[in-house]
């Protein structure tokens, strides 16, 4: 009960805010686009991480404004970003919570007007989980999201189960290649094998590749023949909005 009244009195008090991290293009660095990712700045703890709350919140009643919120100040975001620097998309994870509520395409529809963020401007992230046993309805809400314009990237790819078959099945545009793939305990030729055949894969789907977790120069490389696009720390953690922009203004 505590950490949900205290989620109620933080997004009353609008202690929440948006992180972006950036996502760069693996041949020379540039930054191309930013995944947020949600922060609580939280009175007496500071900066908390979305792991100790983001569970709760999802249960709870403020899950659907908390996600509208995220969603409009993403591509309000964006729009800004997108005007300095041209192609520059945004990722914004999606809740399970909203593809229940029926209106998810009304919601996208409506963000991208009030902020008149291009809808290639716009990656939604879905995982696994997201998705589990809702398979039809939630593809034609995909198929609905493609057609405005809007991509759809699969978050974590590589760790679920049904992996192969949701590839088949769903409209996704990109595969977010898990972290444990680039920088997991141990990682190497094995995980690098790993890598190489999501990519091909990913080619004769059409869908483009993104490396996430990527840490060191080393990981880069490795990663560079076979993702157009990474993320990770090397390249920058999720950092506020104006430290963002002042990172896309210097170039890097
Ligand atoms: O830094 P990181 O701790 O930001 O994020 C941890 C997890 O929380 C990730 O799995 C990420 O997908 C999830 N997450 C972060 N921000 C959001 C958000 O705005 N919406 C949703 N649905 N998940 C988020
Ligand atoms: O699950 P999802 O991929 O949406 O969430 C991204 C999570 O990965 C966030 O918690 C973010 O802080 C974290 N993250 C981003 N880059 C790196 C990285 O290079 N290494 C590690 N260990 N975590 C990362
Ligand atoms: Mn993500
Ligand atoms: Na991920």
Not at 13 to 35: K, T
Not at 92 to 105: E, H, I, M, P
Not at 205 to 224: N, S
Request: glycine share 10%; charged share 20%.
């Amino acid at each position: 009960a505590s950490i949900s009244s205290g989620l109620r009195q933080a997004w009353e008090r609008g202690e929440f805010e948006l992180y972006y991290q950036p996502q760069v293009r693996l041949s020379d660095a540039a930054i191309v686009g930013a995944e947020a990712l949600i922060r609580w700045n939280h009175p007496q703890q500071g900066v908390v991480a979305p792991g100790a709350f983001l569970c709760t919140l999802e249960q709870s009643l403020l899950a659907i404004p908390v996600s509208e919120w995220i969603l409009g100040e993403a591509c309000r975001q964006a729009a800004e970003w997108r005007r300095a620097c041209p192609g520059f998309r945004i990722g914004v994870n999606l809740f399970a919570v909203q593809f229940k509520t029926g209106d998810l395409l009304d919601v996208v529809g409506l963000a991208l007007d009030r902020s008149g963020l291009a809808p290639e401007g716009l990656e939604l992230e879905i995982t696994e989980n997201t998705i589990l046993g809702n398979e039809a309805r939630i593809t034609s809400v995909l198929d609905g999201l493609r057609s405005m314009g809007v991509g759809i990237a699969f978050d974590d790819y590589g760790t679920g189960y049904a992996s192969l078959t949701m590839l088949k099945d769903f409209p996704v545009s990109r595969l977010k290649i898990d972290r444990s793939f680039v920088s997991g305990p141990g990682c190497g030729a094995r995980d690098v094998a790993i890598v190489d055949a999501i990519s091909r894969l990913a080619a004769t789907f059409d869908l483009e590749v993104i490396a996430e977790g990527i840490e060191t120069a080393e990981q880069h490389a490795l990663m560079r023949p076979f993702c157009a696009e990474g993320q990770g720390y090397l390249f920058g953690k999720p950092m506020p909005a104006d430290a963002f922009t002042a990172a896309l203004a210097a170039g890097d």
